[in-house]
């Protein structure tokens, strides 16, 4: 250690005496290993549980496909493994719960009136997640009972940004849909939700959520749907292993009790991650280029501080000499050299590690899906004693690769003629073959920085291409004076008939006023999730997934989508009139080949009696963007 503090010091007295070239190796270390801390800060985001929960023993339930390992659970299977779990005298779980985001509604707060996105959880969410709470009590078991008083507890943003964290708040009425519930209790500002993507404003109970948003209520009573994602802590001692055999129980018990699914119930446990795992695996390619971006990045920054480190060391030969003449082995020579190189780096890693915070947030930005209703959420990933722990033995690594080949060529050399002369030696002498000069240690290092910065500049053109051809790619329909909001009626006791009503009388009010040149609406916006359903084309025999988009005549006026053949939706479609679809120019180019389009025929298959319903086909419209700037 004694040796080692020596070093220490000695290489600090060096660095403050010959400040320059420490400095510009540290910047250039910083770049190349802030590169690489971010983009494993980033990666290792998909592994961070959710803030403002306890993590010990938390895991997730997975419903697993052949091409969809991470699928959610249907809302009756879950509660026959919470309640095969509370059965069991030995249960693998101490509790189980489910959470189902994300959906909006009106709320009313005295005389305040506007919109909140609400998450709806079982009773033993908050329980089972162990979340910690800023004012008053989370959900209870009670609570997601039929016939219990309808409670909520608000999210510690929400309270803040909506009623002043007021903590009289406690015990008074809000109005979500208009039923009144009760605020319970405001999150800690730690508890952002159980998923990246949303911010929920107030949780509710599942019980209250089934009786006004009907269509969610309808899903639920269907095994075959999966709907919810769930959630289990372990109790102490019981292992993954033991709690999945558990459930794989329950599910086999339920194949027989529900036959009638194409495949067998099969369960995954996972680590309950804040990012979801789809995430990961639609992001992977992406990944893979940041990572091979980043390591080239570090390759040439390696170089590059070899080069200058060489320099330094060729600068302090007769340094070395006269600690050589005075009995200094080879191996403490090298020592000294290392230790140097490896402080620097170390400083380096100290400003990645600084780095890290913005430079994550920003790639998690490139990941934030478009939509008319402003871009996803930005990531809240944390630096934590993983990433430190990467960044300090990178930064290690790095700095003794960058020091160990001048650290050889440096204490390697026959040192003691150094002192007979005053000069500083140079690169030393070059071996030659058949009269041709080899090239030397600072020759290759020079070509390896020439090549890495070649690749790398390929690399980054490559990256700023695309970032520019995303900023500028054509959505396939005019946005620039266009306004959205949500509306719903799910939540209401309204009949298809006065729904269809409603939004009749809602367009034509809207058109009347003076702001606006026309109005449209769609069950889903462009640029945010669309229904997908199988449907059979004309000509095919197997069903396709299809994008679907349920729009009222105007819609493609309204956004300006062209029109390339047949006919746009006339007020006579309604429901009285035969189905009808339009198409857009890929499916018309993918299925349509060689025949003409217009007049073909589309069929949904009905899997509750197996009939199919027939959709004609009326027009072609120009490609657009139903759900990200790649579907």
């Known amino acids: 250690m004694s040796q080692l503090a020596h070093d220490l010091r000695a290489s600090i007295r060096s660095i403050r005496r010959r400040p320059l070239i420490p400095i510009v190796a540290v910047t250039i270390l910083a770049l190349g290993l802030a590169a690489c801390v971010a983009v494993f800060t980033y990666i290792n985001g998909f592994h961070q549980t959710f803030p403002g929960v306890n993590a010990r023993g938390l895991v997730r339930v997975f419903g697993v496909e052949a091409e969809e390992p991470y699928q959610d659970i249907a809302y009756l299977d879950f509660l026959d493994y919470e309640t095969a779990n509370a059965a069991s005298a030995d249960g693998a779980f101490e509790g189980l719960a489910a959470a189902q985001a994300y959906y909006a509604a009106s709320v009313r707060h ?17 329980r089972v997640l162990e979340i910690e709470m800023g004012i008053g009590r989370g959900l209870a078991a009670g609570d997601d009972r039929p016939g219990a008083d309808p409670v909520a507890v608000l999210s510690h943003s929400w309270w803040q940004r909506s009623f002043g964290g007021d903590t009289q708040i406690l015990g008074s009425t809000l109005y979500l849909n208009n039923r009144p519930f009760t ?12 998923t990246s993507g949303t911010r929920p404003d107030v949780w509710i109970p599942i019980a209250p959520f089934k009786d006004r948003y009907t269509n969610w209520a309808a899903a639920s009573e269907d095994r075959n749907i999966p709907l919810i994602r769930v959630f289990g802590r372990l109790r102490s001692g019981v292992g993954k292993d033991q709690a999945l055999e558990q459930l794989n129980l329950t599910a ?8 009638g699914r194409a495949e067998p119930r099969r369960l995954s446990l996972g680590q309950a991650t804040w990012i979801d795992p789809r995430d990961r695996v639609a992001e992977q390619p992406t990944l893979r280029l940041m990572m091979v971006a980043a390591g080239v990045l570090l390759l040439l ?13 060729l600068r302090k030969q007769q340094e070395l000499a006269m600690r050589a003449a005075l009995g200094a082995s080879r191996g403490r020579l090298l020592r000294q050299v290392l230790t140097e190189s490896t402080l620097l780096s170390i400083l380096a890693g100290v400003i990645a590690l600084l780095l890290a915070g913005p430079l994550t947030t920003r790639l998690g930005s490139y990941f934030a899906s478009p939509s008319v209703w402003g871009a996803n959420v930005s990531r809240e990933v944390a630096v934590d004693y993983r990433v430190v722990a990467f960044a300090l033995l990178l930064s290690v690594v790095t700095g003794i690769a960058a020091g160990l080949l001048p650290a050889l060529r440096a204490s390697g050399r026959h040192l003691m003629p150094t002192l007979q ?12 073959l058949w009269g041709l000069r080899l090239p030397g240690l600072h020759d290759l290092l020079v070509a390896s920085q020439v090549a890495l910065s070649v690749v790398l500049l390929v690399v980054a053109g490559l990256v700023v291409r695309t970032l520019a051809n995303v900023s500028s790619l054509d959505p396939g329909f005019a946005y620039e004076s266009l306004v959205g909001t949500h509306i719903s009626t799910s939540s209401t006791q309204l009949e ?12 034509m009010r809207l058109a009347e006023e003076p702001w606006v040149e026309s109005v449209t609406l769609a069950q889903q916006a462009p640029l945010s999730g669309q229904r997908s359903a199988e449907m059979r084309v004309e000509g095919q025999d197997d069903l396709v997934s299809l994008v679907q988009a349920r729009v009222v005549p105007g819609f493609f006026e309204t956004l300006e989508i062209d029109l390339l053949s047949g006919r746009r939706f006339l007020d006579t479609d309604d429901a009285e009139a035969r189905d009808v679809a ?12 060689g025949r003409e389009t217009l007049g073909g025929r589309l069929w949904e298959p009905d899997p509750e009696d197996g009939s199919e319903r027939e959709f004609e086909i009326v027009g072609v419209v120009r490609n657009a963007k139903p759900q990200d700037f790649i579907a």
């Open 110 to 126: 005295a005389t305040e009136t506007g919109v909140a996105f609400l998450e709806a959880v079982s009773g033993d969410y908050f």
């Open 183 to 194: 605020i319970v209790g405001v999150t800690s500002p730690k508890f952002l939700g159980s």
């Open 252 to 259: 086999r018990g339920l194949d027989e009790t529900y036959p």
């Open 301 to 313: 920054t390696y170089a590059n501080v070899a080069n200058l480190l060489l320099s330094v060391a």
């Open 421 to 432: 002369t005053d000069s500083v030696m140079s690169g030393g002498s070059h071996h030659r």
């Open 496 to 507: 298809p008939e006065e729904r269809e009503q409603f939004f009749t009388e809602l367009r």
């Open 582 to 593: 339009i198409v857009n120019e890929e499916l018309a180019r993918r299925f349509f080949i």
